[in-house]
Structures are given as C-alpha cells and as structure tokens.
C-alpha cells in the first residue's frame, strides 16, 4: 500500500498524526456558484442593495395600508335585494340598504366616502410640507419608525370600528386625518436615504424599478383587503396595520442613514467637469446666485452644511413647474387608486372582490410605466419631455377605456395596463428621479440636506391634487361616469402644459449638443 502524503500530514497529540482530508488523485471542486456570486459584489454594492430592498418594504406597506378603502368601498354601501335577510332583522323587506354600514348607508353615501379620502388626503397634503422640514433635522431611522408604528395603529384602528361596532361618520374622518398626517412621515424619508446611497447615474432607471414599490402595496393592500371584504371587512384594515408596525420595528433595527455610518463610499451627485454642459445657457443666472445664497454652510472644517429653507428650495430651477405637474398627474393616478374599485363594480357588475383583484391591473401597468419612464430619462436625459410625452398619450387612452374599455375582459385587461403605464409612469419618474435629481442640484454646491425638503414640496404640492381628485370623483360620479373621466382627461392635459417651458430648454439643450457633436467630427475629419 502507498503511503499517505507527507505534506498532508502533521503531528497529532501522542505521537500520532492529523491529516487535512486530503486524498491522492482526489479532484478538488471550483468554488461554489453561489460564492463566485457574493465575490462579484463589492462590499459598497451590497449595502447599497440593502438601503434599496428596505425602503423599497417600508414603502410598499405604507402603501399597502392606503388601499383597502378603495375596496372596502363597494361592501360599505351596495344594493342588498339579493342578500337574504336575518331571521332577526327589523328592517323592511323591499329595503334595498339594510345590510350597509352605517352611516354609509344614505344616498348621499358617495360623498360620505369622499369625505373619509378626502380626510386623509388633505392631512396627508398639509403634513407633508412640514414633514420635509422634520426629516432633515431628525435622525431618519427615528422618524421613519415613529411613522411607520403610528400609521400602521391609525390602520388598525379604522378596522376596528367593524368590530366595535361603531356608526358615526366624525370617527372614521378622525382615524383617517391621524393616518395621513403618520403617512407624511415616509416618502421625503425614502427618497431622501436613497439620496444619500446613490448618484446621479442611470438614477432614473434604478429609481424607476425601486419606485414599483407604490404599485406593489397597492396590489398587495387590494388583495389582502378582498379576502376578508365580503365577510368581516375589518380584517381588510386590520393586518395591513399589524404588517406596517412590524416593518416599522425592522426599519429601527437595520435602517443605514448615511454610507459614512458603515465606512462605505459616498455618491458622486456631480461631476465638476460636466457642469457647464448638465443645465442651459442661463444657468449662471440670478436666480442660481439667489438660490446660493439661501443655502449657507458651517466654515468649521467637516461640519455639516445647514438644511436650505423652503424659499430656498422653491428657487432651485424646475421645482415650481415639477410640483405644479404632479398636482394634476397625482390628481388622475389617486382617482384611479380610490374609485377604479368602485368604478368597475357599479359599471361591469363584478363582485366587491373581483373588482378589487381587477383594479390591481392597473397598478400592474404602473410598475411597468415607472421602469421605461426612468429608462428612457436616463437614455434621452429628458425628463420633462418624457413626462410630458407619456401624459400626452395618457388622455385618448382614458378616454377609449372608458367608451370600449368594458366591453370584454381582454379589453379591460389590456386598457388597464397600457393606461396604469401612461398615467402612473410620469408620477412616478418625478416623485424619485426628478425629486432627488433637484434635491441634489449643483446649485446647492453639495448640501444633500435640501433632498427631504424639495421632496416634501414636490409630493406635497402633487398630494394637494391627491386630495382633489377623489373629492371631485365623489362629487361628479352621480352625474355620470363620462363626467369623472373628462375631469381627469382634463387634469392629464394641465400636467402636460405646465411642463412645456422644462420641454423646450431640454430640446435647446440637445440641440446645443447636436451641435457640438457635429462640429468635433468636422474639426476631426479636417486634421485627418
């Protein structure tokens, strides 16, 4: 027999000998996929990975909690002939309302319902003006956590009135005003810690894909809603609620604020070279010096520079026109979330459930719309443009679903989709790329700071129209359903107008481009 070889073998306790496992002639196997994997990243990637996965859940549960009204809807007030009565009701029996919640069970249930939206959209819109302000001056993990907690309480606490049995109309408007002013504490946080991990490049494309998180709640928050609206509609409100707390306590435990916090690598926001080309001819303006101006930094060496007011914010060039547009885009896309339930239910007849589960469709078609509106800004470098180009195809799309749109579910199916994608992808593009493209301005020589402040004035401005839309609907829709949807065609043309200025100094500004591209291969054809 051959020995064993001598290298492999050490000396042993006693004497004796250990050997490493070795064999000869034993073949050693590559190293595993799954490690090759883990290698390729680095160590920055990985946390980077982390910070997106993160607030891409806490945001899909803020989302979540905001949708089960929308399907809770059409099982508050429906015609209940077809629903046979309790042995021990009291209620006549040609009444058509006696299985409805009270007090939603008037004619006037519509504006009833409108009100309770409009409750929580209006807090949502006043709050978020303020919560900018707070973000930037508190710990984010802190305030994202406190939010998330309160929230997913005020969530809660709207099911319960199911169980507790509660009728008067001032206690769902109240639960609904503490839920909205909770919810403010979210979208300025998110964007404003994904700020801070990630640069400018391909932002659009990456922020497009991270921001599918809004239209991943709202399916999630639709079908967690209809397993229990037919039944014990409480439920619909309730475990989304537990859901939000308990993401808040993980949003404690693992949130990273900054890249410093874990020895990682800062983003480059931009690069000095490409300054003079990033922004048109006047950049050098004014309005820049006054926006300088209104941004002051610490002359202590590694101190932080101070948060920008909100003056300040509102002279960064496009945050005016960007927060005008996303008033009306916002005001089509929460129409679309708070009443397309109800919609499909009154008009094709489907049950409370199947409507709910059909709406998801177009939240489908808004993951898509996100994607390609963050892909092609990045490509073309137009976010205007490409704004206003998929809200001009946005309107006769509204339009056909509404005249043909119901005449077969392949229709419906595919019109919810492409219109999800045309309304939902320019709301999208502008409350991430857009925000933190204008919270991280050169202007700003660097401040970060200014990222939750102009989104909060962004999506606080677009949550004013958040706030009118579903109130308008509530209003409109019992004069028929042609009205709500002139109204939003309406709505979609006035985004798409108050962007034509952004519009036109980016066609300059590839023009200018143009130019210059042409004129190097002349210089270079000629010293050929």
């Known amino acids: 027999m051959g020995s064993r070889c001598a ?42 990975g982390f910070i997106l996965l993160i607030t891409f859940f806490i945001y899909t549960c803020y989302h979540m909690s905001r949708k089960p009204i929308s399907v809770v809807k059409s099982r508050l007030h429906h015609n209940c002939s077809g629903i046979i009565q309790p042995t021990n009701n009291t209620h006549s029996i040609n009444d058509t309302t006696w299985c409805n919640w009270a007090p939603f069970d008037q004619s006037n249930y519509k504006e009833l319902l409108g009100a309770v939206d409009n409750a929580f959209l209006v807090a949502y819109a006043i709050g978020m003006f303020i919560s900018g302000i707070f973000g930037e001056r508190l710990p984010l993990r802190y305030y994202l956590s406190a939010g998330m907690l309160l929230s997913g309480l005020f969530t809660a606490l709207f099911g319960l009135g199911y169980f507790w049995n509660i009728h008067v109309l001032w206690y769902f408007v109240l639960v609904q005003i503490c839920n909205g002013l909770a919810q403010t504490t979210g979208w300025p946080s998110v964007v ?93 303006s004014n309005r820049d010096s006054s926006l300088e101006s209104a941004v002051t930094y610490s002359k202590e060496p590694g101190a932080q520079p101070a948060a920008i007011s909100f003056f300040g914010a509102l002279r960064i060039p496009g945050v005016i026109e960007f927060s005008l547009c996303l008033l009306f885009a916002k005001l089509v896309s929460y129409t679309f979330l708070y009443w397309l339930p109800l919609y499909i239910f009154n008009v094709v007849h489907f049950t409370a459930k199947e409507a709910g589960d059909l709406s998801t469709l177009f939240d489908v078609g808004g993951i898509i719309g996100g ?85 909060a004035i962004i999506d606080g401005t677009g949550s004013i129209g958040a706030a009118l839309g579903p109130l308008l609907a509530g209003l409109i829709s019992p004069t028929g359903w042609n009205n709500v949807f002139y109204m939003l065609i309406s709505a979609d043309i006035l985004a798409c107008l108050l962007l034509c200025r952004l519009v036109y100094k980016e066609v300059l500004a590839w023009k200018s481009s143009l130019h210059r591209d042409r004129g190097s291969s002349v210089a270079l054809t000629h010293a050929r």
Not at 23 to 36: H, I, N
Not at 382 to 387: E, H, L, M, P
């Open 371 to 455: 994607i390609l509106a963050g892909l092609i800004s990045d490509y073309t470098n137009g976010r205007a443009t490409t704004c206003c180009v998929m809200l001009i195809l946005a309107a006769p799309m509204m339009f056909l679903y509404n005249s043909i749109g119901q005449r077969g579910i392949s229709i419906s199916i595919v019109m919810l989709i492409i219109s999800g994608a045309l309304v939902n992808g320019p709301y999208a593009l502008i409350t991430t790329a857009v925000s933190a493209d204008l919270g991280t301005h050169k202007s700003l020589k660097g401040n970060a700071k200014a990222l939750s402040t102009v989104t």
């Open 192 to 284: 404003a810690c994904v700020g801070n991990w990630f640069g400018k490049g391909k932002r659009g494309l990456i922020m497009g894909i991270w921001n599918s998180h809004t239209s991943v709640g709202n399916i999630l928050g639709s079908l967690i809603a209809g397993i229990w609206v037919d039944e014990q509609w409480g439920l619909s409100f309730i475990v989304p609620g537990i859901i939000t707390a308990i993401m808040g306590l993980i949003t404690f435990f693992f949130l990273i604020e900054y890249p410093e916090d874990v020895d990682c690598t800062p983003p480059q926001h931009h690069v000095e070279s490409e300054e003079s080309q990033d922004l048109p001819e006047d950049s050098h």
């Open 7 to 48: 290298l492999c073998a050490r000396p042993g306790p006693q004497g004796g000998q250990l050997y490493s496992g070795y064999r000869p002639g034993k073949m050693r196997s590559s190293l595993a996929p799954g490690v090759w994997f883990l290698r390729a990243f680095s160590r920055d990637s990985w946390f980077r």
